[in-house]
């Protein structure tokens, strides 16, 4: 069966930066599902899985606008300190999760801490880089009316 709409795909993949070093790998013995078609990984790499079966591989570079986008400097907001009170310690690197402006989830990073606020990011951490997949098909099937009402791969675990 060939990757297609509405179809379950498990795959082993390595995603690398730029300069080749890991960000994210899945394993072969828990290879990541997904629903094929419905937005639940990067455009690019969706585009690029279309047409592969089980046991095929595939070098993609994804760039940043069919990956994360590229980074919007309006993300990036001064914040009183007082708006981060019932947190015990505040530091660069931290990250939040928030409700976006559609009710999506949202990463927020802290980039510094001020003495007038807090200056954080909510531009996706991966925004504005070229995403490299080194991708192997596990296994394609078609999707259950379940999976599909729901808009993601059920498993058994």
């Known amino acids: 069966m060939k990757i297609a709409k509405d179809c379950i795909v498990f795959?082993?993949?390595?995603?690398?930066?730029?300069?080749?070093?890991?960000?994210?790998?899945?394993?072969?013995?828990?290879?990541?599902?997904?629903?094929?078609?419905?937005?639940?990984?990067?455009?690019?790499?969706?585009?690029?899985?279309?047409?592969?079966?089980?046991?095929?591989?595939?070098?993609?570079?994804?760039?940043?606008?069919?990956?994360?986008?590229?980074?919007?400097?309006?993300?990036?907001?001064?914040?009183?300190?007082?708006?981060?009170?019932?947190?015990?310690?505040?530091?660069?690197?931290?990250?939040?999760h928030a409700e976006g402006p559609e009710g999506q989830v949202q990463v927020i990073t802290v980039r510094e801490i001020r003495e007038d606020g807090v200056l954080i990011d909510r531009n996706h951490p991966l925004a504005g880089k070229t995403l490299n997949f080194e991708v192997v098909i596990s296994e394609v099937r078609e999707a259950t009316e379940g999976e599909l009402e729901h808009g993601h791969p059920h498993t058994s675990e």
């Open 11 to 96: 795959m082993q993949y390595t995603l690398t930066d730029e300069q080749g070093q890991v960000i994210d790998a899945s394993t072969e013995e828990q290879p990541m599902p997904y629903l094929h078609g419905h937005g639940n990984i990067v455009p690019g790499l969706e585009k690029a899985l279309e047409g592969l079966k089980a046991g095929e591989t595939i070098k993609v570079a994804v760039t940043p606008e069919e990956g994360y986008g590229q980074v919007d400097p309006q993300a990036v907001q001064l914040f009183a300190l007082d708006a981060f009170e019932n947190i015990d310690e505040i530091k660069p690197g931290m990250q939040f």
